[in-house]
């Protein structure tokens, strides 16, 4: 059977769990942790990205957009959760990349913090990523905005919610959540779906 | 016309480049950097990450494997760089895997030392990263000995050869690139070729 490496705590392994589950695809869920399991991890992925997903042939994908990419590609119409038009699919990947882009900052934050001793950290470096963090969330909870009320869950939706969940777990004294009311409502709705609720964020 | 936001010393911003001249897609490079000109990038795209790719209706695209992804859903059969069955995408997903953790892991390495004073780098992570992008580089080199020989450009061709010109003009001390011949004997091939020396590392 298909294993999905890492924790449901990484943004990135929670969103391809929640994609999978949406199309249908089996899998096995071993939560290894690239930190406190890091030698155990090496010995699937030397690289000790998560997620990684190992197919049944031994195949190992990683890069939640990439291992999106292979199962999108396969996907019976009904299923698929990205648009397949031009314009639809250009107006939903310019969602995706501002989520996307919030999510990396939002990560480079939390390692500032939890990785480094104090003495360590820069303020520079942490002060940069929050504009670009902020700014980022301004744009994302714009296009959504703009899209239509939708409560069927497609690659936006998914992106969106598990993305907001981490940032709100982790620092919500960073972004506050009253100051991006569209992303919040949007995750209101999909974390209380069965998908989201089988891999909740822990 | 649509236009490229980035500077080709991005590995990613180059690896756009590439794959769009090679899918025959007319466009603009306008090199703004995300550091000396981060008003002016932040303008178009508050986030201020390249590449930044916007269409000719002003969708703005991000993240260079999203931005290739709508390419690809719409370059003529003869012109796709990704193979079409799902076994051969794994297999070319699985590499392209390998090479993007490298090339995150030596972005990771080359910020911590350019964007940090000496006393705010932090060896135990410098040691982490390192471990972690040899280990992609082994992975990434072992899966191209086992394609075949190909000088056609593909998406693997391509990656491989703008991420390793990238390692090996910034941080070679760190990867020696006679440990990883493989590599290098593809980036030898395809950089000679038109498309790569259009938009060379600068």
Redesign the interface.
Known sequence: MIKLIGMMDSPYVRRVAVSLELYGVAFESQPLSVFSTFEEF?RIN????APTLV?E?G?????S???L??FE??AAPERRLLP?T??A???D??T???I???AE?AVQNVYEHN???A????NP?IERITV?LL??C??WNALLEARPENAVADQVAVTSTVIWTFIQSMIPHVVNAGDFKKIQAVADVFENQAAFKKYPFS
Do not use: C
Request: glycine letters at 2%.
């Open positions: 090496s030397p690289a000790v990205k197919l042939n195949t190992r994908l990683m890069d957009s990439l291992i990419n292979y590609a396969q397949v031009p314009d699919l250009a107006n990947l310019q995706l990349g501002f996307l882009a919030a900052k990785l480094r001793p003495e360590k950290q820069h470096w670009q700014a980022a301004r744009e």
